[in-house]
């Protein structure tokens, strides 16, 4: 009579189901959409741009590099509260997401301000600041983005807003559409960091496209911060 051997264990495929449906909840749609408007986001002036540039042009391109780490992880706790569904805490309490999108608004207007002022300065016009030591650079540029009502804007209303609850596992669309947005926002502000020195040089060898900038810049902030305080939109949970 044959000795009975054990069968093998077999390896299912179907081990890895449930990773890739989390995963394929995510629509394509929404990552373009997501990504197009992290696209117009980072290219608006802003609290974020602005302190990329200066840093870059007053210290060198490692200072921007190094701040631009610091306003990634600003990124980071953004993205980490929306998975955690802090979002949801703002739809509860509507007050407090008005407040702050108001904060955020008259933020950008004194940033207009600033710009359009008699003497005022442009963005890539060159500026004595002290040189920061990288710590600082590094936790300047966090604040920066932390304090940025573009980006609360973004996490609290707009990402939600292409979440699709109905297709599930809605921590790991949040977490896919977030990083769809840094690494959109990452990468411009990046290539900006780098070619601010440049861009400065160019601009600074003519007057009049730096004024023209400079009130381009104040007409966009000023423009950004009416929208916000008059859109009625609510925060999303996702």
Known sequence: MEALTPAAPVVSASFDLPAASALSAVGGHAVLGIAAVALGMVL???????????????????????????VAAGFLVYL?????????????????????KLAGAGYLLWLAWKAVRPGGTAVFAPQELPPDPPRR??????????????????YISLLPQFVAPERG??????????LTQIVVAVTVNGLIAVSAGGIASFLNRRPAWLRFQRYAMGTVLGGLAVHIAADRAKAVAA
């Open 80 to 100: 980490a509260a929306v998975t955690a569904g802090v979002a949801a805490v703002f739809s509860v309490v509507p007050a407090l997401y008005t407040a702050i």
């Open 169 to 178: 596992h809605v921590a790991v669309q949040s977490l896919v559409l977030g």
């Open 44 to 70: 608006t002036p802003g609290p974020n741009m602005i302190y990329l540039v200066s840093r870059s042009i007053a210290q060198g391109r490692r200072a921007g590099l190094l701040s631009l780490i610091g």
């Open 137 to 154: 650079l590094f936790a300047m540029g966090f604040l920066t983005c932390l304090l940025n009502p573009k980006i609360a804007i973004m």
